[in-house]
């Protein structure tokens, strides 16, 4: 049981000494160039950004004018 759970733990170092070799790059974007693939980064994290904000808007019902106001905002 011991030999087992010594394996285990070299075979889970490996793992992350690999990781940490070579930063994750052999699973990073196949067939896309680096550039390509951190504009596809970016533009995901902006438009993740803009759907937090709307929500967060919607929320805080920051969306819509209040009805409350007799005067109309254009």
Do not use: Y
């Amino acid at each position: 049981m011991r030999h087992h759970f010594n394996t285990g733990v070299v075979v889970i170092l490996l793992f992350c000494l690999s990781f940490l070799l070579t930063g994750c790059q052999f699973w990073a974007q196949p067939g896309k160039t680096s550039q390509e693939g951190n504009r596809e980064q970016i533009r995901t994290l902006k438009v993740n950004h803009r759907q937090m904000m709307q929500d967060l808007n919607h929320a805080l019902l920051l969306d819509e004018p209040s009805k409350l106001n007799e005067m109309s905002i254009p």
